[in-house]
């Protein structure tokens, strides 16, 4: 049986403060640090060895793939960074404390703007111009909801995690709340609605299991 591995990155200091940050590169806390330590120690207990680890371009997934790789042992595997595994873009809302936000429109909008599958937060006015982006020709969003996250998320999984599960070979997905969120929804199956209760704990490996045709046999946390 192959098995895939889904990690969201250890606490970062947006976390820490309460602040939406999408494509904002912070860094992680000591609490982050420590959770990505202790998230490779499970992993490196699981006996498992991957062929693959996959991650975002955004820092605070990359130390925790980095921090994880070394506890596991395994920093020799190939490593690819992608920005279809970057954080789902909150738009305008980006920067802005979560608390500040919530009191100023209420906490049913809120809601919505965080939680929901097809909301799209309040956009920027001009996409951003990041260089690390730009020789992949990659304009990034304005703002995205779950929805739009998750569609650009798939391709990726179709084409190069999807195959290496088929070919029998394990791999580590080290990523964000929000595109785990969208991944766990197309494993899982999970409907539009459900997918709004749907949180993915820093720090915490989850385990697929599957079978040839990569339907899921079991799922199990380690913590």
């Given at each position: 049986m192959v098995k895939l591995v889904i990690l969201r990155h250890g606490e970062s200091q947006a976390n820490r403060d309460g602040v939406f940050t999408g494509w904002s590169d912070v860094a992680l806390t000591e609490k982050g640090i420590a959770q990505a330590h202790q998230a490779g120690k499970m992993i490196r207990q699981t006996g498992l060895q991957f062929e693959h680890l996959h991650t975002s371009m955004l820092k605070r997934a990359i130390m925790t793939a980095n921090i994880v790789l070394e506890e596991a042992d395994q920093m020799y595997i190939p490593v690819t960074k992608s920005w279809r595994l970057n954080e789902r873009h909150y738009g305008a809302l980006r920067g802005q404390k979560k608390a500040a936000v919530k009191a100023a429109v209420g906490e049913k909008q809120?809601?919505?703007?965080?939680?929901?599958?097809?909301?799209?937060?309040?956009?920027?006015?001009?996409?951003?111009?990041?260089?690390?982006?730009?020789?992949?020709?990659?304009?990034?969003?304005?703002?995205?909801?779950?929805?739009?996250?998750?569609?650009?998320?798939?391709?990726?999984?179709?084409?190069?995690?999807?195959?290496?599960?088929?070919?029998?070979?394990?791999?580590?997905?080290?990523?964000?709340?929000?595109?785990?969120?969208?991944?766990?929804?197309?494993?899982?199956?999970?409907?539009?609605?459900?997918?709004?209760?749907?949180?993915?704990?820093?720090?915490?490996?989850?385990?697929?299991?599957?079978?040839?045709?990569?339907?899921?046999?079991?799922?199990k946390a380690l913590q």
């Open positions: 809120f809601k919505l703007w965080r939680r929901s599958y097809h909301v799209v937060p309040p956009l920027l006015d001009k996409p951003d111009r990041d260089p690390r982006y730009v020789p992949l020709g990659v304009t990034e969003p304005k703002g995205e909801s779950l929805e739009m996250a998750y569609n650009r998320l798939m391709p990726y999984w179709q084409d190069e995690i999807a195959p290496r599960l088929l070919d029998g070979h394990n791999q580590l997905v080290v990523a964000h709340g929000s595109t785990l969120r969208a991944l766990i929804k197309y494993i899982d199956r999970i409907n539009d609605t459900d997918i709004d209760h749907l949180e993915v704990p820093n720090g915490v490996p989850i385990v697929y299991e599957f079978d040839a045709a990569l339907n899921v046999t079991s799922k």
